[in-house]
Structures are given as structure tokens and as C-alpha cells.
């Protein structure tokens, strides 16, 4: 094992079986470790199947494992591979520990999933317990609501996995946001090595050409729900106000890769007609895309809550609340405290309360006017912490 930190490797799991976030988050850290550190080499494996529409900085680089999708009934299939579920995850979990057999890395970070998709990543831990390697769960400031967090963990035995195989805890929140493990029988040991990290601040990514982005020729509203996967809802809300009111500032939305192409290619159609409105399916510059608007509606996941909180955006919320209660927990948070503005999904999706709503953003304060200490520390104390335990 390398001892010095000038020749020190990192080993990040994300297990994206659907969405972006994961990939995001991830390669966020990663970026700032590099920059941090610059004898340091990070090789992220994921099963995202957009990770290479996606720029890496040097001495960051990606393990594309074979694909698994969760369907709507909430089992998985496997993606592109037209074999078996098992002989996917047994792929995976192989290419998984072999690869930091390979490796050997000084830390091993686990991005949000314990024992990884199905229990593929347990193998691994089980090799670095006699290792070096130290071993790193990194969790969102909100995971679920305690009950459906409780179920699930139960379910998949997490909590043993934390006590005996995880040397740290890393909460990619402040505290003031709450407890992302709170209401769950957790040992004190775990309480122990936790860390709260604050949320990770976004940057603009360097060495863009800006030229080459679309951006509208005036001041717009961005609206985004991520990867889309569950964003047609969201979508033909927001959609249906600017089909109503003519008056509302211009709108660029950004549909998403992972929407079904049936509804993707009907909001597509549907933004043509409206002289106001601009929609693309995808942007890997969505963060000069933020930068850039005036304000933004999304439906609050962990990323896009960074980011506005990172380039300052009056932002209007509207959370989904299944299968995870998450966005909305989040949301409520927030609002609550004068970040943002919500909307539920999960209500009647009046058309005249989301024009209210978007009227009532271009006046909003910006998430700034509201003093919280070291709300954007995230990756400042990630990469102090790295170089602690390096």
C-alpha cells in the first residue's frame, strides 16, 4: 500500500442503475480531490450507460459495468446484455472485486448504497476488512423517510455492514438539514464516525467552449428533472402554464435522456408551438445552463439542489414523493427555512396555481438573503478529510 499521498489512489462505487445523480455527485468529488491532490489517480465504477457523454478531468477515470435497469414494479433487468439478472450481477459484482483487487486503493467510497445493487459490493468490503484500504459510505443529507429507510435496510441487513465494515460515514449535508439516518436503530458507534460534510458546491466546469452551448438569446427560466425518468408529470405541468399564459418569462427545458421517448417526443412537439419556449433532451453544460437563468424549476434532487444553491437561483421546487420520499422531505426542508419555493406533485397539478407559482419565482430572493453557515463546505471537507485519512 502507498503511503504517501503524492501516489494516492481512490476507488469510488456508484451503482446507477437509473438517473444521473449517483454519476454526478461522484465525479464532483472526484474533480475536487484531483484539484486538491495532484499526485492522486481516481477510477469511478459505474453502471451509468451515459457515463461517457460525460468530460473527466486527468487522472480521473471510469469503469463502465454491464447495465441493470429497475422496473416499474421494482424488480431489475439487465440493460443491454440479454442474459440472465443473476449472471449480470455476478458480472458485476466479479468486475466489482477484481477491480480493486487490481487497484488497491487507499480509500474505497461507496456512493450511497451500502451493500451496493443487490448486495454486489459486500464481497469487496469483506477484502478490504483485512486490508489497508479504508473504507467510506457516502450518503445524501436525505435518503428516505425513517420508516421506508428502516424497511429497506432491514431488508438488505445494511445495518451490520455499518458497524463492522465502514470505517467512516460521510453526510454530504449540513446538519442543520437533519439526520439522513434519524429514527433508525443505528449503534453509537456508527453515530461515531460520522461526518456532516455540508453540501457539495458546484463550479463551472473550466476549458468550456461557451460558444459551442445553445443558450436562448434572452432571459429564460430553466426547467429540469434530471435524468427524466420521472419527470413527465413535472414536465406537463410546467408546460401546460406556458400553453396557457403567454406572459411568462421564457422557459428553456431540459427534458432529460432517460424520459420514455413516446412522452420526450411529445413535450418536444408540444415546446415547438410556443414562441416562448425552448426544450432539448440533454446538455452535459446544464451547470452554464443554471448559471445562466434567471431561475430555475426542477424537482429537487441532491445535484440539482447543489447547484442552485451553488450559482445562487431563485428556484421553484416540485418534489415527487415515490418511490422515495426524499425530494419532498428535502424540499420541505428548505422551504422551510426560506431556500426555495415548493409545489407537490402529488396534488391536483392545477395549471393556474403553477402560473401563480412561476409569476411568483421572478420575484423570489435568491437562496443567499438567507445566512446559514457553511451550507456549501462539502467538498472542502471531503478533500481535507481525504487527506487526513491518506
Not at 437509473?18 to 475536487?32: D, K, Q
Amino acid at each position: 500500500m502507498r503511503s504517501k499521498l503524492n501516489n494516492s489512489r481512490l476507488l469510488i462505487y456508484s451503482h446507477d442503475s437509473f438517473g444521473l445523480g449517483h454519476l454526478r455527485r461522484c465525479r464532483t468529488i472526484a474533480h475536487a480531490l484531483v484539484d486538491r491532490y495532484k499526485g492522486l489517480s481516481v477510477l469511478i465504477m459505474t453502471g451509468s450507460p451515459i457515463i461517457g457523454r460525460f468530460d473527466f478531468k486527468a487522472r480521473v477515470d471510469f469503469i463502465r459495468i454491464p447495465g441493470v435497469i429497475k422496473l416499474h414494479n421494482g424488480e431489475y433487468t439487465s440493460l443491454g446484455l440479454h442474459i440472465d439478472l443473476s449472471e449480470t450481477l455476478a458480472l458485476r459484482e466479479s468486475i466489482i472485486l477484481n477491480t480493486s483487487k487490481m487497484f488497491q486503493p487507499d480509500i474505497f467510497l461507496v456512493d450511497k448504497e451500502p451493500g451496493g445493487l443487490k448486495g454486489e459490493v459486500v464481497s469487496t468490503l469483506e477484502y478490504f476488512k483485512n486490508t489497508e484500504t479504508q473504507c467510506v459510505l457516502g450518503l445524501r443529507d436525505i435518503m428516505d423517510s425513517p420508516e421506508l429507510l428502516e424497511k429497506e435496510w432491514q431488508q438488505k441487513n445494511v445495518l451490520p455492514l455499518l458497524e463492522d465494515f465502514y470505517d467512516e460515514l460521510w453526510v454530504y449535508g449540513p446538519q442543520e438539514m437533519g439526520d439522513p439516518l434519524k429514527g433508525l436503530p443505528i449503534a453509537q458507534q456508527v453515530t461515531d464516525k460520522t461526518l456532516y460534510t455540508g453540501y457539495l458546491p458546484r463550479q463551472l466546469p473550466e476549458q468550456t467552449d461557451t460558444e459551442t452551448i445553445n443558450f436562448p438569446d434572452k432571459p429564460y427560466i430553466l426547467v429540469t428533472p434530471g435524468g427524466g425518468g420521472d419527470g413527465v408529470e413535472m414536465i406537463d405541468w410546467v408546460l401546460r402554464a406556458y400553453e396557457s399564459n403567454g406572459d411568462l418569462m421564457p422557459a428553456l427545458f431540459v427534458i432529460g435522456p432517460f424520459m420514455a421517448a413516446t412522452e420526450r417526443n411529445e413535450f418536444l412537439a408540444r415546446a415547438e408551438l410556443l414562441p416562448h419556449v425552448t426544450a432539448i433532451t440533454f446538455s452535459n453544460h446544464l451547470e452554464h445552463l443554471m448559471a445562466n437563468a434567471e431561475a430555475v424549476v426542477a424537482m429537487g434532487g441532491y445535484n440539482t439542489f447543489c447547484e442552485i444553491l451553488s450559482f445562487d437561483k431563485a428556484a421553484l421546487i416540485l418534489p415527487r414523493s415515490k418511490p422515495r420520499q426524499e425530494q419532498l422531505i428535502r424540499a420541505r426542508n428548505a422551504a422551510a427555512i426560506g431556500l426555495l419555493s415548493m409545489l407537490d406533485l402529488a396534488s391536483e397539478r392545477d395549471t393556474d396555481e403553477m402560473i401563480e407559482a412561476i409569476l411568483n419565482l421572478q420575484k423570489q430572493k435568491k437562496p443567499s438573503s438567507q445566512p446559514i453557515e457553511k451550507l456549501l463546505h462539502g467538498l472542502e471537507s471531503v478533500t481535507q478529510r481525504f487527506g487526513e485519512l491518506v
